[in-house]
């Protein structure tokens, strides 16, 4: 019953063609279009809540919601934590979706990125640089990631988006977790820029093999004996 009542409101909410943020109707009103109890609904409305799909906003009334892919990445999260303490491969297999749906994505990206897209990147490139040989002396995952959102922007997906922001979401907020992971930041600014080079020189084959590389060097960091500790209660660390 509570799963039906569930489905009867999503239907409500296509079939109004209702955009995040619309007001939906009010309980009694859902009491009677659907036919069952307060409490049915309310059940109802709590689990889609959970889902990202509606919004309760106690005192003002019940939203669409804005639908994100939090519980998407909350779920990718807690399983590979889970499977990691079971002895599995959890957080290769993560890479392997992420390494499955870039590596698919490229070729559509060479020759074709904008003037502006290619700049940006060059610059992401030049601070990977400055990180790498900076105090630090190391590429900062925020830059990273940058470089990753801004190479797929020109797509104009923006489910795509949001299906590889939560993939990186998952996997470096379990990886910061899990695993200290030793790298060379010298070898990181040298496969982002080979990344770079081949999609800019429209070359399919050697930007397919370049981002082959790159997923296949962090393939190896996470194969390497690294240091397990113990996670965070909760994932409140930014995923970068």
């Not at 709590?46 to 669409?64: C, D, P, S």
């Not at 104009?156 to 979401?169: H, I, K, R, T």
């Not at 390497?224 to 965070?232: G, H, N, Q």
Request: aromatic fraction near 4%.
């Amino acid at each position: 019953m509570a799963r039906d009542i569930q489905e009867r409101i999503k239907k409500l909410i296509i079939d109004q063609r209702l955009p995040s943020g619309s007001v939906l109707p009010t309980e009694p009103e859902l009491m009677e279009r659907l036919g069952v109890s307060r409490n049915s609904v309310r059940e109802a409305l709590k689990a889609l809540q959970a889902m990202g799909i509606v919004e309760i906003r106690h005192g003002f009334g019940t939203y669409v919601g804005p639908m994100s892919m939090a519980p998407m990445i909350e779920g990718l999260t807690f399983r590979t934590v889970a499977g990691h303490y079971r002895g599995e491969d959890s957080l290769l297999q993560l890479l392997e979706l992420r390494e499955a749906v870039e590596t698919g994505l490229i070729a559509r990206l060479a020759g074709s990125l904008p003037p502006a897209d290619l700049a940006e990147l060059d610059a992401l490139v030049d601070r990977m640089d400055a990180e790498a040989a900076g105090p630090g002396g190391e590429v900062r995952a925020e830059t990273d990631r940058a470089f990753h959102a801004t190479l797929y922007r020109c797509l104009g997906n923006q489910l795509l988006g949001e299906v590889l922001e939560a993939f990186w979401d998952a996997f470096h907020k379990v990886r910061t977790d899990l695993v200290d992971v030793p790298q060379d930041p010298r070898v990181t600014c040298r496969q982002h820029r080979e990344i770079l080079d081949a999609v800019r020189s429209s070359d399919v084959v050697r930007a397919e093999h370049a981002i082959r590389e790159h997923f296949g060097n962090i393939r190896t960091r996470l194969s390497a004996p690294a240091t397990a500790v113990v996670p965070r209660p909760t994932y409140d660390r930014e995923g970068a």
